[in-house]
């Protein structure tokens, strides 16, 4: 197998990731839309079936959210009828997302014998009641359509014989187990099957009516090879294979599916050649073969019929061909992670709104025609041998979002155009040899989210027009080291309230540093420049900031002791400067690197740690510059808080100064759990009067501190505080607050961190937790506090967690979790995951941020590749996070390692099986033969849930299955 190169950030896009789920929704209803809009019939429900819809009634636990006042069951929500003579009958019952769990509601359905749609989806069935698979059920004798999706179904496919009438039947995202043989062969009527999402093995299935027209069946663990017997289904609209085991060549007879419209393979193990049959398919509009081991070259006249068109990682080589980008109407192209080479096609669509090419070895120059494609919302380029200067007529793609030209061979300066580009969100042209000023026309672009321009020769000083940024911009992170820049720091940069993350290292700045954005919370990097003077206390303000890097310039003075009080903090690096005086006593939890400083005294740590090393030694030294720092502003109170001891209403005096007002009180206390144990032990003062001393923190995330309380009793718990004045939590409303931590806090699963109790004060909210905390898996895995864990303990680590996420995936109203990374997994013992900070994504408001990605999405490194396009949180983006977890599991190396994010650096060596062996710890992985072959097993899980597409990762109920079968 070839190799393949470093991975991009690219993804399949939004309007991809739509179609099919949207496709599938309006077929599955086309048949019932007409009754669903037509008025209610007038005519009463015959007495028979007014009697059945009253005992559903009684079986539906949360008949509240049913709108049932109305005499007559047909107004009912959900409820369809048609009326015959003078009486009505039940002809369409929806019942989806009512927390349905007893099977026994369908021996109450099954009497109602006009039933043509059934939609029971998204409830908590765990199986099917056995009449349902009976003669006695009555009501399958005209049934049309079955919905089931999105269920707990555990059980073998029954057999489906009894439905004469059935045209469409969903039974998607379950946990169907076994192979499928005869049980679909008596639906004579089948147009639509959607199996996708359940354990289903062996050979795909071809013993359904050839009446068929969508046939899905992503998500199982079907093998083998594509059963040339599929092409006997010539009304085929959709096949829908992805993310199995398939493997082998792919029959070349598409031909005989005149009616295809969308074909996708994605995600298997298929090899050989894409076929060329496809090409000559007139109908087919989407084509989506990615993540397999494709060889060999595109087949010509591709893009002729087809729109949106995915072969990304693979091993396809050659050239693109000229005419394959030309096509009008075509839509999306991605090539990204191949062996592709040659030139760029000059002949670009006007409706072309996608086009990743990145990650392959094409050379020449990008063409002037770029500015043809005027309808490009995202280009990527990036990992190639591009040569050449930028062409200016770039700056006619005027609907741009994503422009990434990063690491290839670029030269010259950047066209003035590309500042004209005002819906530009990111913006990459990093590690090329881009020179010349920085074109000021980028300080102007209000939407812009992300500059990355490092590693070039740009020179001449930061633009003045800098300042233009504060008033409108979005921008979160700039990064312009390894440049020429000189001159000084302006003090306008100080006005970029939104920034983040600022690199300005390896660069030729003089002069004295400015105050800085007060929101810098991931990076501030000045490093290897020529600043002067003393560093300004007022650094001490970045309270969010946890990576503070000023090493070798020709900073003199004293270290100021406001950098001891930044609460987010974890390294510190002064390296070679002339700074003289005693550093200040930091708290242990902070790297401090200070050689090559003379004058500079080390003191001891409050850890009891002499610094004559110049290096504190409490940890080992992180090397990621690019990680995200906490966002929230987590200011420790300044003195004890005197709590008074009612339970519920309590005011919080300052007794740290006598002339001040009370600084906070407590709105509400309350206790969420009914367990007896917790409810006496919880005593509301002494958790307050916990979090008033910074001792007791025993950690920080990027959104919270926790401290750890004594209860009178003695039992210990985890108090979280988070901090209402930062503006992206929800000000103002605690009751919205309280009810959803009331929710939250009726959930019942070991591995998920569930309250037990909370208290709001107009300044911070606190959350009460059991205290079973022996440390994050980032401790053990990456900060020293174990020795190497071992493969069943990782493993334990990887299941635990992997069924929070299920549990959580499943609930009525799935929780999706903002920040998942190592540092927000608990441990409560070696191998016991208990994942933290479920609550987030329900309080923190996305239209207050200050439009940063890591503000709303979590932590550099578990950030999805497709957040920077739909700034939208996905179970698809959950299951990236906890993929890129599993490198690290399996690894050993942190998210983001030496500049470069793990899951790029993992999937770039996915492309042979010597490669894979680089990214297994070494130290785990030689342990046994056993540990070796579970390992590579769980590595295969690891690379399919960092997908680029969100579409073709694993569901979490998936991922758990083969999480599973990899033991």
């Excluded at 049934?143 to 489906?160: H, Q």
């Excluded at 040899?433 to 020769?457: C, E, H, K, R, V």
């Excluded at 509301?684 to 910074?694: D, L, R, T």
Aim: charged content about 15%; proline content about 5%; aromatic content about 6%.
């Amino acid at each position: 197998m070839e190799e393949r190169s470093s991975c991009s950030c690219s993804s399949s896009g939004f309007l991809l990731q739509l179609v099919l789920a949207l496709f599938l929704s309006l077929f599955l209803f086309l048949d019932s839309s007409m009754a669903a809009t037509a008025a209610p019939p007038s005519a009463p429900l015959n007495t028979t079936q007014a009697s059945i819809m009253k005992e559903l009634i009684a079986m539906v636990p949360n008949s509240a959210w049913w709108n049932t006042s109305d005499s007559n069951p047909c107004r009912w929500d959900g409820v369809n009828c048609s009326s015959s003579n003078s009486l009505s009958v039940v002809t369409n019952l929806t019942l989806s997302g009512y927390g349905l769990s007893n099977s026994s509601i369908f021996e109450t359905i099954c009497s109602l014998d006009n039933l043509q749609f059934l939609d029971l989806s998204k409830n908590s069935f765990i199986n099917l009641s056995p009449r349902f698979f009976t003669s006695s059920c009555s009501m399958k004798a005209g049934l049309r359509s079955l919905n089931l999706s999105s269920n707990s179904i555990l059980m073998p496919l029954g057999d489906f014989s009894g439905f004469p009438l059935l045209e469409v039947l969903d039974l998607s995202f379950n946990s169907f187990s076994g192979s499928i043989s005869t049980q679909l062969n008596s639906l004579p009527k089948m147009r639509s099957l959607n199996l996708s999402g359940n354990s289903l093995v062996g050979d795909v299935p071809t013993s359904m009516a050839l009446s068929l027209e969508e046939l899905v069946l992503s998500s199982n663990q079907f093998s083998g090879s594509i059963p040339k017997a599929l092409f006997n289904y010539r009304n085929l609209t959709m096949l829908d294979l992805s993310q199995n085991n398939l493997t082998g060549d792919v029959p070349d007879e598409f031909l005989k599916l005149p009616k295809l419209r969308t074909l996708i393979l994605s995600a298997n193990n298929l090899s050989g050649n894409i076929p060329g049959s496809v090409s000559n398919v007139i109908s087919l509009s989407r084509f989506a073969a990615n993540q397999n081991y494709f060889t060999g070259l595109i087949p010509s006249g591709i893009t002729k019929n087809v729109k949106m068109l995915d072969l990304s990682y693979n091993n396809i080589s050659g050239v693109i061909p000229s005419d394959m980008l030309s096509p009008v109407g075509l839509q999306s192209v991605d090539l990204t992670g191949n062996n592709l080479e040659g030139p760029i096609p000059r002949n670009l669509s006007s409706t072309l709104y996608r086009l990743r090419l990145g990650d392959n070895s094409l050379n020449g120059t990008i063409p002037n025609t770029i500015g043809d494609a005027l309808a490009l919302a995202y280009l990527e380029l990036d990992s190639n041998h591009l040569m050449g200067s930028i062409p200016l007529e770039l700056g006619k793609c005027k609907n741009l979002f994503l422009l990434n030209l990063g690491s290839n061979e670029l030269k010259g300066p950047v066209p003035d155009a590309i500042g004209s580009l005002d819906k530009l969100v990111v913006l990459k042209l990093q590690m090329n040899s881009l020179d010349g000023p920085i074109p000021s026309a980028f300080f102007g672009l209000a939407n812009l989210n992300t500059m990355n321009l490092s590693q070039n020769s740009f020179t001449g000083e930061l633009p003045r027009e800098i300042s233009k940024l504060s008033k409108k911009t979005k921008l979160s992170v700039l990064n312009l080291q390894g440049n020429k820049i000189s001159g000084s720091i302006p003090n306008s940069i100080s006005l970029l309230t939104s920034l983040i993350e600022l690199s300005l290292g390896n660069n030729a700045l003089t002069g004295i540093i400015p105050t800085m954005p007060i929101k810098l919370s991931a990076v501030l990097n000045l490093s290897h420049n020529h600043l002067s003077g003393s560093i300004p206390s007022n650094i001490g303000l970045l309270s969010d900031l946890e990576v503070l890097d000023l090493s070798y310039n020709d900073l003199s003075g004293e270290v100021p002791a406001s950098l001891a009080s930044m609460q987010s903090l974890t390294q510190l690096v002064l390296s070679y400067n002339n700074l003289s005086g005693s550093i200040p006593i930091f708290p242990g939890h902070v790297e401090v690197t200070d050689t090559g400083n003379p004058g500079l005294k080390n003191g001891t740590g409050d850890n009891g740690k002499d610094t004559t090393s110049g290096k504190r030694t409490h940890g080992i030294f992180i090397t990621v510059v690019a990680i995200a720092g906490a966002l929230v502003g987590l200011c420790l109170l300044g003195a004890i808080l005197m709590v008074s001891y009612s339970k519920r209403i309590y005011r919080v005096e300052d007794e740290g100064s006598s002339t001040e007002e009370a600084v906070a009180r407590i709105i509400n206390g309350h206790l969420i759990t009914m367990n007896s144990i917790h409810t006496s032990a919880i005593d509301f003062s002494k958790a307050m009067e916990a979090v008033s001393n910074h001792n007791n923190i025993f950690l920080k995330t990027r959104f919270c501190t926790y401290y750890k309380a004594v209860m009178p009793n003695g039992s210990t718990y985890s108090v979280k505080r988070l901090n209402w004045s930062d503006k992206i939590f929800q000000i103002g409303n605690q009751q919205k607050f309280g009810n959803e931590l009331e929710v939250l806090g009726k959930l019942s699963n070991s591995n998920v961190m569930v309250p037990l109790a909370y208290v709001l004060t107009e300044e911070n909210a606190y959350i009460l937790y059991e205290h079973m905390h022996k440390g994050t898996v980032f401790d053990f895995l990456h900060a020293g506090m174990s020795d190497v864990l071992d493969w069943p303990s990782r493993y334990s680590i990887a299941f635990g967690l992997a069924q929070g996420l299920t549990f959580l995936h499943g609930c009525t109203q799935p929780v999706l979790l903002l920040d998942l990374s190592t540092r927000t997994v608990h441990l409560k013992s070696m191998n016991e995951p208990q994942i933290g900070d479920i609550e987030l994504s329900k309080i923190v408001d996305p239209s207050k941020s200050s439009g940063s990605l890591s503000t709303i999405a979590g932590t550099v490194g578990y950030i999805p590749p497709e957040y920077a396009y739909t700034m939208r949180l996905t179970m698809a983006g959950n299951v990236y996070s906890f993929g890129v977890i599993l490198l690290e599991l399996l690894t050993g190396k942190p998210s983001v390692c030496d500049g470069i994010e793990l899951a790029k650096w993992a999937l770039s060596l996915s492309g042979s099986p010597d490669q894979r062996e680089q990214i297994l710890d070494s130290r785990v992985s030689r342990t046994s033969a056993a540990v070796h072959s579970q390992m590579l097993s769980v590595l295969n899980i690891a690379l399919a849930c960092v997908a680029l597409s969100p579409d073709a990762r694993p569901k979490m109920r998936s991922v758990l299955r083969m999480l599973l079968n990899a033991k």
